[in-house]
């Protein structure tokens, strides 16, 4: 096990009615909160008046910050920075899904900082020592930034998708009310569960592979994501399903499955070029590039995916070489995507052939994991995503 | 699942040469520390020298509370309460196990408190609003006590021995290194496995059963607490196996694994007996009393221990009902712990046979999980572990 520092600080409030603690999660902070929310849907299913009225009920006075689009843009971002700064903002509350959550994540930490938040943190990388606090309400489980401190935005004009993170960026308290994810289209359900897959994917497919704890509980999740989103597909209604679901989602990238472990992420960088140029659902990209990375790196992984074909798809290994293996547990994980809706290839998301190269060209190349990917590694596996 | 609020901020430093950062760790707190330790290990292996060496290059004023026994005493923790008020103790560094660390949450929590710590903390109940900053270095891992906010303490004259809990009770910090395990004896390793895995049973065999990732996560703990137990018994000196076990006892009991469950804790409640009347580790008291809870539980419990047979002792569950499988799941326990050496009855840990009517009439009753112990559960209990 690698040595790690750990601390998660988030206050998770998980369960029917916890949204009605807000006023008291509220007492603390100043009276000028941001609400930022999403594209209106949380106004069609009345989650917008419950907010306002709890927000009214603590003396709050609200500014809004509504429009944030998934794949969240910096302009959004700096809009937001604007109200914060003009309006002495004391407290931002997210209201949504990942992206609402990233953006005022990105708010937070630019509006307490003088320079560009887009070239000084998410460029170069410098690290915010105070932001904004900040409060969520998820409404879909996908992209666990609801117990993380990091922030995925779009530069829209230069097709570039990046992620930033620092300890400041954690949610003081994440409000879990699993039937707010009730009203979520079948495909959102699908491309969260696939989303909350890779994530467990980029932290199992990993060294140090030494009979570590963290590799055993990656196996729990994706069992129980399978377990959960199958039961889900069967009845969006299902409050038991659901709620797994929405927890497996926050316990897939709190940091905790890490610990120990060197991580990947390199299919979530080349995600990231995708969704830059073409704004597919990140979670729709996943399920296209992530088994074709594993495919690329089966080697190097070998043992690793031998092992996750029998514990977490059930494959029996009697007479079965560790190659076989690693490639029926591939071939399940791609056969099991197709079962659920997500999609295979490139252009099932419309993103032409030829694209490939321009999207090998702008993926940043991290060169983690069992294998370190270089430009022409990233080419080969968008390759055999067309 | 259950609703649920959850938030731990202790913060984790694992791994080589962790311990270097005590100074850093503790630069925002004031000058003086009280240093608290058990009987004297530390002072053989070296580390008291490493601590007061950091404390010094840190200018601190150390003040030492040695002596903290196993099953820690009500008395140690007066004697702690009365240093930090006369010496105006700004931070509790405790270095040991989960004695050492429990004894100096109680002086936290006592040194600020008015009133009588152990009548109205432990046996009324009231929850304390503020404690002073504590921090750990933990020495042997098996209570989980460093990442969580429970205490427990023994009223040595009134054969009580009690837990306590509230949210100002978590470290600030605990500083894990794997290597100061090492010169544990092997005796102590296994009541430290042991505990653990009876943590994890306290959560796991409880309700909901509705597909929640908490069970799936405990499966992982009890495998990965087996594998690593078992690799470091074969060679106590084998790093690997023995940071991944510190990890798994610190994973077993942060609250992570109760998350949406009811729990049940009725072996700890029968154990505290044991250990309050006749002194023993706890670990041991555990090991003879768990399996025969579960055997006495076996029928509200049935589908879960025919689980438990399948999934983390790997017994083939083809052409058994699932009543065979509970108990082929009860007798793996049982022969799992003899095989590693735990005690199995109360004459193998001294206590007589005729103690078990006194036992069951202290043991504190909390009616939980499947099915709730009343007293002659307790003494059916006690008896089959004679």
Known sequence: MRNFVFQNPTKILFGEGMLEELPQELESYGKNILFV????????????????????????????LPGVMPNPRTGKVYEGIDICRQESIDFILAVGGGSVIDASKAIAAGALYEGDFWQDLYLDGHEVEEALPLG?????????????????????????????????????FSILEPRLTMTMPKEQVVYGAVDMLSHVFEQYFSPPDDGNLSDDLSEALMRNIRLNLDRSLEDLLDYEARSNLMWCGTMALNNLLRLGKEQDWQSHQIEHALSAWYDIPHGAGLAIVHPN?????????????????????????????????????????????NQIGAPETLSDVGIPADAVEKLADTTQLIRAGYRALERDDVLAILKRSI
């Open 293 to 337: 990375l594993l495919y690329h790196i089966r080697k190097e992984a070998e043992s690793k995916l031998a092992r996750f074909a029998v514990r977490v798809w059930d494959i029996d290994p009697s007479g079965k070489t560790d190659e076989e293996l690693a490639l029926l547990g591939i071939r399940a994980t791609r056969d099991y995507f």
């Open 136 to 172: 969520t309400v998820l409404t879909m489980p996908a992209t666990g930034s609801e117990m993380n401190c990091g922030a995925v935005v779009s530069d829209w004009e230069g097709n570039d998708k990046r992620g930033y993170g620092c300890p400041s960026l954690y949610p003081r």
């Open 37 to 64: 929310y999403g594209t209106g849907s949380i106004k069609k299913t009345g989650l917008y008046d419950r907010v306002m009225t709890l927000l009214k009920k603590a003396g709050k006075q609200v500014f809004e």
